[in-house]
């Protein structure tokens, strides 16, 4: 199995442009988490779905910020419009019936 | 408030000098105790979970423990290669966890 793969792997943008990160988990898992990872608050859960249902989005840190998942296969996250301090680096991690969570190479994304 | 605080920040060792990172909790309701380990410019890697107090968990140099307020992970003669952050996490009701900060070790040849 390859892991969890994330794409683009960095991502550079200008402030109030839309961006949007993209998460293929592990097959046979059916959760999905998406994080933000910052040098001064760590590692942040923004939302996770169960079942490719959203079960829990109080991480979401505005309405410019918004998770989907389409199918079993992929989910996207994406911030419009995008702000300065939105750079950080995004993980999405998925886990299926222990529990523990496989994480991807995340995606770095600087706002200009 | 749900809460993870991991110590110390940073730690220095010496080649095969064995030591302690903590991490203790202040969480309604655990259901499990994750350790994982994140290299730079990589995604975290897990290493173990502890569902109880009193349980142990070992893998090569590392061995995790739980009590109902903190969790060590004991790391026996470490090597230069064990240098990484380690974090851990709690879960809490449903699929909700919560991060600590992490211990950034480096291990000194």
């Known amino acids: 199995d390859a892991g969890v793969i994330q794409s683009p792997r960095h991502e550079v943008t200008e402030m109030g442009q839309e961006v949007t990160l993209r998460c293929k988990p592990i097959?046979?898992?059916?959760?999905l988490f998406w994080y933000r990872q910052t040098m001064m608050r760590g590692l942040e859960l923004l939302i996770y779905?169960?079942?490719?249902?959203?079960?829990?989005d109080s991480g979401m840190p505005e309405d410019r910020f918004s998770a989907k998942m389409p199918n079993a296969s992929f989910s996207t996250l994406k911030i419009q419009p995008s702000e300065p301090r939105d750079s950080a680096v995004y993980f999405c991690?998925?886990?299926?019936?222990?529990?523990?969570?496989?994480f991807g190479p995340g995606t770095r994304l600087t706002v200009l | 408030e749900d809460q993870v605080t991991q110590s110390p920040e940073a730690l220095r060792l010496q080649e095969g000098e064995s030591s302690s990172l903590n991490c203790s909790y202040t969480?309604?309701?655990?259901?499990?105790l994750f350790w994982y380990r994140q290299d730079p410019g990589k995604g975290p890697e897990f290493l173990f979970t502890l569902y109880s107090a009193g349980e142990e968990k070992e893998k090569e140099r590392l061995k995790a423990t739980l009590t109902k307020k903190e969790s060590f992970l004991h790391i026996t003669a470490p090597k230069p290669e064990d240098s990484a952050t380690y974090l851990c996490?709690?879960?809490?009701?449903?699929?909700?966890?919560?991060f600590g900060t992490g211990t950034s070790l480096t291990v000194i040849p």
């Open positions: 996490a709690v879960q809490v009701s449903g699929n909700q966890f919560y």
């Open positions: 991690a998925s886990s299926g019936q222990y529990n523990e969570q496989f």
């Open positions: 097959s046979g898992h059916n959760s």
């Open positions: 969480v309604s309701g655990l259901r499990g």
């Open positions: 779905f169960n079942n490719n249902v959203p079960i829990d």
